[in-house]
């Protein structure tokens, strides 16, 4: 047995990512069951868990590209518009993508996912500029070229289709095109899974850089500990679509309570 | 003297799950700390001291007790406070040093080392001056800050880790055996350093295997040996 942290928080008392509840099925199978999270700003909270957990499912609703069938999704952002105060799962399909185009970011494990193969880097970057208004060509290219450049990707290649790109630059798209807008919130789906190990460390790297240098309140999903370990502030534990144990990444890694957490942080090679 | 810390009855435990079976480690320690106090832990190996230290910086959960922590933001209580004020305290006013670098891949030594004072809002170049002046005291040689610490001895890694976790000053610091396998020069200018510290304010609370190498630091020891706990010292006693 241990302490409940029911203490009152007394600093930090607003979280930017609010996620009351939530409950999400496919057909008989209960992908995530209650669970509730809170992401505050400028922190990283790292999602961990095995295959079927829950967790991908729950950043995927933290992305409003699923609904689920229960809860509530309320993000405090800095001049909040009124069409996003409420709850986000109530929106409008509209109102719930051109949120996600401006204020979310995400980068997923298969780039596939979040690029256009064929068409140049910096046109993927400019695609997300496109969506929130910018029309200036000139201003359009400087600003994917910052993005690209925050994100560590070598700048003479910026015309070459994704495509073209090895795996952790096709990430680094990725990651510029999610961070063009200064996103309120980035989502990272398993962002170095299948990654070599020197360009996983890169792209971590750049990460840890990122959300050092903007400050961006990040939440990171992966069943890599040691991914998770190097990034996250605080760590939630899902086992079968349920949240087990949440704590500071420290002392999920060193004092695990839950038998579930104490079994997966035994198991890390 | 303005009181920082009160450990009321502090009891922590482990629960081995996957052997069934229950570790106690310490039952109600309670002590106070006062600012520029300097507290030496003492007792024998498994009685506890470093896991004391954990379960005051929360890497570890207590079962039981009070952590009072007077933050600049008001009293906290470090043994059931929030998970995000924890981490908010530990980046501004509680630190922890060990002998361990937590390095990590292509980031320079004076990157790690700059990094507190970057994440308490001082600019990069202001940053990375202090860093490799720390470095400096440290005895890292200068052709080494630019370098990965990654690929760095033992002992090269021992002081950029000390450099990081002493450029900034805290309230309150938990010193688990920094001195361990330290060169005399490095041993040195820790001591010096943490002196500086103390004369600033920092209250410390430290494990040391050799306790003379910070014998005129010390005011009070706390041992942790069963019979002993609640006893205090004072440092001319015999260590």
């Not at chain 1, 047995?1 to 939530?22: C, F, S």
């Not at chain 1, 910096?122 to 450049?149: H, I, P, Q, T, W």
């Not at chain 1, 890599?224 to 990034?231: E, K, S």
């Not at chain 2, 490095?186 to 209250?203: N, Q, S």
Request: with cysteine; glycine share 6%.
């Amino acid at each position: 047995m241990t302490l409940t942290l029911d203490a009152p928080r007394i600093i930090t008392t607003k979280p930017l990512l609010r996620i009351e509840n939530v409950s999400k099925s496919y057909g008989d199978v209960r992908a995530v069951r209650n669970v509730s999270a809170h992401a505050f700003p400028g922190e990283v909270l790292g999602i961990v868990g095995e295959s079927g957990s829950g967790k991908s499912t729950l950043l995927r609703i933290m992305n409003l590209e699923e609904l689920p069938e229960e809860g509530t999704y309320h993000l405090d952002m800095d001049n909040t518009p009124e069409a996003y105060s409420g709850n986000l799962f109530e929106m409008d399909r509209f109102a719930r993508r051109m949120l996600c185009a401006t204020r979310i970011g995400i980068v997923y494990q298969n780039p596939h996912l979040g690029l256009l193969m064929k068409h140049s880097s910096s046109g993927n970057v400019a695609e997300r500029l496109l969506v929130a208004g910018e029309r200036s060509f000139a201003n359009l290219r400087a600003k994917a070229k910052d993005a690209l450049d925050a994100s560590e990707f070598p700048l003479e290649r910026m015309d070459a289709p994704p495509a073209q790109l090895s795996g952790g630059m096709q990430q680094r798209v990725q990651l510029a095109k999610a961070i063009a807008l200064e996103p309120a919130l980035l989502l990272l789906d398993e962002p170095t899974t299948g990654l070599d190990v020197s360009v996983q460390a890169l792209v971590l790297d750049t990460l840890k850089r990122l959300q050092q240098d903007r400050q961006i309140t990040m939440v990171i999903v992966s069943h890599d500990l040691g991914v998770i370990r190097t990034l996250a502030d605080r760590v939630m534990v899902m086992r079968r679509g349920e949240v087990v144990e949440t704590g500071l990444s420290d002392q999920i890694f060193q004092d695990p309570q839950h038998p579930y957490t104490q079994q997966l942080v035994h198991a890390k090679l | 003297m303005t009181r920082i810390l009160d450990i009321e009855s502090l009891t922590k435990g482990f629960t081995l799950h996957h052997l069934g079976n229950e570790l106690e480690t310490f039952n109600n320690i309670s002590f106070s700390l006062d600012a520029g106090e300097f507290v030496l832990l003492k007792g024998a190996n498994g009685a506890g001291k470093s896991t004391l230290l954990r379960t005051l910086y929360r890497s570890y959960l207590p079962r039981a007790g009070k952590v009072r922590f007077q933050s600049s933001h008001g009293e906290i209580d470090l043994a059931c406070a929030a998970d995000v004020d924890v981490a908010h305290i530990r980046k501004t006013e509680l630190g922890f040093v060990t002998q361990f670098l937590t390095a990590r891949p292509r980031v320079s030594a004076e990157a790690i080392v700059a990094e507190p004072l970057r994440q308490a809002s001082v600019a990069t170049d202001e940053a990375l001056d202090e860093a490799r002046e720390a470095l400096q005291v440290f005895g890292v040689k200068p052709d080494l800050w630019k370098a990965y610490p990654t690929t760095f001895s033992g002992g090269e890694q021992q002081k950029v880790n000390l450099a990081r976790e002493l450029i900034l000053p805290r309230k309150l610091l938990l010193l688990d055996e920094p001195t361990a396998s330290l060169d005399a020069k490095a041993r040195e200018a820790l001591v010096t350093r943490l002196k500086a510290l103390k004369d600033g304010g920092t209250a410390m609370i430290g494990v040391f295997h050799h306790p003379d190498d910070v014998l005129h630091l010390i005011d009070r020891i706390v041992d942790l040996t069963p019979e002993y706990t609640h006893s205090e010292e004072r440092s001319d006693v015999a260590l």
